[in-house]
């Protein structure tokens, strides 16, 4: 197997990007059934499915599905200080950015005697899925519960895969206590989406559901909405496109293509730049790099399935960067503010040499937690507005009415709706200037 990237692209017409901008791991139809299946019998029998499951997909047969606190409370003590001080570091940077900006919309006259407002209310409960089977990522419960803690959500449950003989990675369970996390369930992959969703008897049920995942955890997510269910976004697997020039630095290219290619297997990292020889020197580095990597058998797959793509033009290399929508987008360039502007589609940006996704993936303090699969066209990664909704507010005096109503009225007519038109006109009716005025 190739250590590098195989597969090089120069100038490919527009009418070849759909073909090759296409993720690999795209769900097919027999891996969507296994997901419905899971969810319908998690949905049916609740815990005796969750645990038949847990049994068949991560070894775990125990009983006990919930982490006690005095568990939560022990973690601490499991970890190096120097990582509980790094985890503390990065919760601080978090909370920071993603403390709530904005103060609550002041009430807005549209017209005379007609006022409107919004306010922003938590989502009372919320369930944030950690990925912790080839790699704990407690950096994720920071990710997601911070913001959740932020916006004021007053249930947090969280659920993240145990080992098969139920243990939890220390680091998952410090963030979890650290960040305000409610309760803590050892259940994975799409039952334990589904357990969030439907609820069981040990498992409560929530109304939204955030959080990185595999293939099938992802599959899950945009199933469960079938029936009711919010979630953040279809996140994972991971991907990273690095748009270099021939000032970047090979070695952090090829160091920053490796960070996301270690994810997994179905991974994808993408290489842009203006020619032939910037690819051949990233692939060099890539090359001695990876087998550095403990996890190089999954970047080696990885690898496999993405590809480097050389545009001599800066405005077409833009226009296929925006088509693609990638994850995470580093621009090593000599310039990456002046190509930032053009940036219309990625979850988040990492501007010049000193800026490695990794930094965003721990501790810089934005969130990642980000849309995959070209979903950056559309979604925003996690922030505290995630786990927040506006309610619209309005009120109109008995004068306002008397302005607005005919209006409604109007349009309520136009449209067929004659309840509309009478829910209106009957007030206006009952104004002792209602003889005075012309409803339609």
Same mark, same amino acid.
């Given at each position: 197997?190739?250590?590098?990237?195989?597969?090089?692209?120069?100038?490919?017409?527009?009418?070849?990007?759909?073909?090759?901008?296409?993720? @690999?791991?795209?769900? *097919? !139809? %027999?891996?969507? $059934? /296994?997901?419905?299946?899971?969810?319908?019998?998690? &949905?049916?029998?609740?815990?005796?499915?969750?645990?038949?499951?847990?049994?068949?997909?991560?070894?775990?047969?125990?009983?006990?599905?919930?982490?006690?606190?005095?568990?939560?409370?022990?973690?601490?003590?499991?970890?190096?200080?120097?990582?509980?001080?790094?985890?503390?570091?990065?919760?601080?940077?978090?909370?920071?950015?993603?403390? @709530?900006?904005?103060? *609550? !919309? %002041?009430?807005? $006259? /549209?017209?005379?005697?007609?006022?409107?407002?919004? &306010?922003?209310?938590?989502?009372?409960?919320?369930?944030?899925?950690?990925?912790?089977?080839?790699?704990?990522?407690?950096?994720?419960?920071?990710?997601?519960?911070?913001?959740?803690?932020?916006?004021?959500?007053?249930?947090?449950?969280?659920?993240?895969?145990?080992?098969?003989?139920?243990?939890?990675?220390?680091?998952?369970?410090?963030?979890?206590?650290?960040?305000?996390?409610?309760?803590?369930?050892?259940?994975?992959?799409?039952?334990?989406?589904?357990?969030?969703?439907?609820?069981?008897?040990?498992?409560?049920?929530?109304?939204?559901?955030?959080?990185?995942?595999?293939?099938?955890?992802?599959?899950?997510?945009?199933?469960?909405?079938?029936?009711?269910?919010?979630?953040?976004?279809?996140?994972?697997?991971?991907?990273?496109?690095?748009?270099?020039?021939?000032?970047?630095?090979?070695?952090?290219?090829?160091?920053?293509?490796?960070?996301?290619?270690?994810?997994?297997?179905?991974?994808?990292?993408?290489?842009?730049?203006?020619?032939?020889?910037?690819?051949?020197?990233?692939?060099?580095?890539?090359?001695?790099?990876?087998?550095?990597?403990?996890?190089?058998?999954?970047?080696?797959?990885?690898?496999?399935?993405?590809?480097?793509?050389?545009?001599?033009?800066?405005?077409?290399?833009?226009?296929?960067?925006?088509?693609?929508?990638?994850?995470?987008?580093?621009?090593?360039?000599?310039?990456?503010?002046?190509?930032?502007?053009?940036?219309?589609?990625?979850?988040?940006?990492?501007?010049?040499?000193?800026?490695?996704?990794?930094?965003?993936?721990?501790?810089?303090?934005?969130?990642?937690?980000?849309?995959?699969?070209?979903?950056?066209?559309?979604?925003?990664?996690?922030?505290?507005?995630?786990?927040?909704?506006?309610?619209?507010?309005?009120?109109?005096?008995?004068?306002?009415?008397?302005?607005?109503?005919?209006?409604?009225?109007?349009?309520?007519?136009?449209?067929?709706?004659?309840?509309?038109?009478?829910?209106?006109?009957?007030?206006?009716?009952?104004?002792?200037?209602?003889?005075?005025?012309?409803?339609?």
């Amino acid at each position: 197997m190739s250590a590098g990237i195989r597969h090089f692209h120069e100038n490919p017409p527009q009418a070849s990007w759909a073909s090759l901008l296409r993720r @690999p791991s795209a769900m *097919e !139809e %027999e891996n969507a $059934e /296994v997901v419905r299946e899971i969810l319908e019998a998690v &949905r049916n029998d609740g815990d005796k499915a969750v645990r038949h499951y847990s049994a068949r997909f991560d070894g775990y047969s125990g009983v006990e599905l919930e982490i006690s606190a005095a568990d939560l409370a022990a973690a601490e003590n499991q970890l190096e200080p120097e990582l509980a001080e790094a985890i503390r570091t990065a919760s601080r940077h978090i909370t920071h950015f993603h403390q @709530p900006r904005q103060d *609550e !919309e %002041e009430p807005l $006259e /549209v017209q005379a005697g007609v006022r409107c407002w919004r &306010r922003s209310v938590p989502i009372e409960k919320v369930g944030i899925y950690v990925p912790g089977g080839t790699a704990p990522l407690f950096s994720s419960v920071l990710m997601l519960a911070i913001p959740a803690r932020l916006a004021g959500c007053p249930e947090i449950i969280l659920c993240t895969p145990p080992q098969s003989n139920g243990s939890i990675h220390p680091a998952i369970l410090f963030a979890a206590q650290l960040t305000g996390v409610t309760r803590v369930f050892r259940l994975g992959g799409a039952q334990a989406i589904a357990a969030m969703a439907f609820g069981t008897e040990t498992i409560p049920a929530v109304y939204k559901i955030c959080g990185p995942g595999n293939r099938f955890v992802t599959e899950a997510k945009q199933q469960v909405t079938r029936f009711g269910i919010a979630i953040d976004m279809p996140a994972g697997p991971s991907e990273v496109l690095v748009w270099s020039d021939h000032g970047a630095n090979p070695e952090f290219v090829a160091a920053d293509l490796l960070s996301q290619a270690e994810h997994g297997e179905d991974s994808q990292v993408v290489l842009v730049c203006p020619d032939r020889d910037v690819f051949d020197a990233v692939n060099r580095e890539l090359i001695q790099q990876v087998d550095l990597l403990p996890r190089r058998d999954k970047a080696l797959v990885a690898l496999e399935h993405s590809f480097a793509v050389a545009m001599s033009d800066q405005g077409q290399a833009l226009d296929l960067i925006n088509a693609y929508a990638p994850e995470h987008l580093i621009l090593a360039l000599r310039d990456p503010h002046a190509a930032a502007l053009g940036i219309r589609n990625a979850g988040s940006v990492f501007l010049g040499d000193y800026s490695p996704e990794a930094a965003g993936d721990y501790a810089s303090g934005t969130n990642h937690t980000l849309p995959t699969h070209g979903y950056a066209r559309a979604y925003s990664g996690v922030s505290t507005e995630t786990f927040l909704k506006k309610i619209t507010f309005q009120e109109i005096s008995p004068e306002g009415l008397e302005i607005l109503g005919p209006v409604v009225a109007t349009m309520a007519a136009a449209e067929a709706l004659e309840g509309h038109r009478q829910a209106v006109i009957r007030r206006l009716s009952s104004q002792a200037t209602a003889p005075e005025m012309r409803v339609p």
